[in-house]
């Protein structure tokens, strides 16, 4: 699940409608809401986010915040380690290699390191 997905099954439930009324109002299929949740999907177009914002009457710094996850969420990424240190491509391979194994404590642990103070 992405960052993006969890929050718009959060908004989902809050509202108390299921895929099917979602998809029908967005005009898109359960099967596309369902992989946007579960991260099998790629991020949403600013469109599609804004669209969803609309559902959910989003304003100001909700609608931001969805916007925010939306970038941050796209499950398959490549980084690019080309002209960086020997260190920073080791860093990336060991995270691709390593991710799934990581305890969500870790993670957490990580990501709090990465963003810094």
């Not at 005009?27 to 959910?56: K, N």
């Not at 969805?66 to 969420?73: E, K, T």
Request: aromatic share 4%.
């Amino acid at each position: 699940m992405t960052p993006f997905g969890r929050r718009m099954r959060v908004l989902r439930e809050k509202k108390g409608v299921n895929l099917q009324d979602m998809s029908a109002a967005l005009g898109v299929s359960t099967s596309y809401l369902s992989a946007l949740e579960h991260g099998r999907r790629g991020r949403p177009s600013r469109v599609r986010v804004h669209e969803i914002c609309q559902y959910f009457n989003l304003v100001w710094d909700e609608a931001d915040e969805l916007q925010r996850l939306a970038r941050i969420s796209h499950p398959r990424i490549t980084v690019d380690t080309s002209g960086l240190s020997p260190e920073a491509t080791e860093l990336a391979n060991e995270l691709a290699q390593r991710i799934r194994k990581l305890s969500t404590a870790k993670v957490k642990a990580l990501l709090a390191t990465l963003k810094g103070p």
